[in-house]
């Protein structure tokens, strides 16, 4: 296993849109398990292909207590979703940023596990919130840019001036 850089916000590269996986091969089983140690490492509750500059619809989640609970989605659609939170978010590709954004209480969500077997997920609260925050950097979406342009703006420039400091 080893460890993946994760691209920093405002990574044009992170807006690009992610392709679906043709095979659940070795491959993305790697990347999976890399993707799996850099999240766990960072520390973070979820991870997307696309942070790690690797643009294939792949997402990584644990938001247990324990961080044993690892839920790998390959290819996930969302197919249903109800109700409204709003939750303080943070991204590992956005660090020391934290903000309110709203979304589903609820959602379902289908996807190929680590073995390319189809299965259906009901998810609510936190993991209803970082499904669909992952799922968004699959689109190329970083959860910043639901807050308004000033606040985007001075994120930008707050990472720019940090970027500076630990170049
Ligand atoms: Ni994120």
Redesign the pocket.
């Known amino acids: 296993m080893a460890l993946l850089p994760i691209l920093r916000f405002p990574d044009p590269r992170l807006h690009t849109v992610a392709a679906p996986v043709a095979e659940v091969d070795d491959t993305i089983r790697r990347l999976i398990d890399d993707m799996a140690e850099t999240m766990y490492e960072a520390p ?1 509750i ?3 292909a696309t ?1 790690v500059d690797v643009h294939r619809r792949v997402v990584v989640i644990d938001v247990s207590e324990e961080r044993t609970e690892l839920l790998a989605l390959v290819n996930p659609v969302i197919v249903a979703r109800s109700g409204e939170q709003v939750c303080e978010e943070g ?4 660090p020391g940023v934290y903000d309110k954004v709203s979304r589903a209480e609820r959602v379902t969500v289908e996807a190929l596990d680590r073995q390319g077997k189809p299965f259906s997920l009901d998810a609510e609260g936190l993991l209803a919130v970082c499904i669909q ?2 799922i968004d ?1 699959l689109d190329g979406k ?2 910043v840019e639901y807050l308004s342009l000033l606040k985007q703006n001075r994120i930008k420039t707050k990472l720019a001036k940090k970027a500076r400091i630990t170049a």
């Not at 991204?91 to 956005?94: D, G, K, Q």
């Open positions: 973070g979820g991870l997307a942070q991204c590992l590709s956005v925050h992952e950097h970083v959860f």
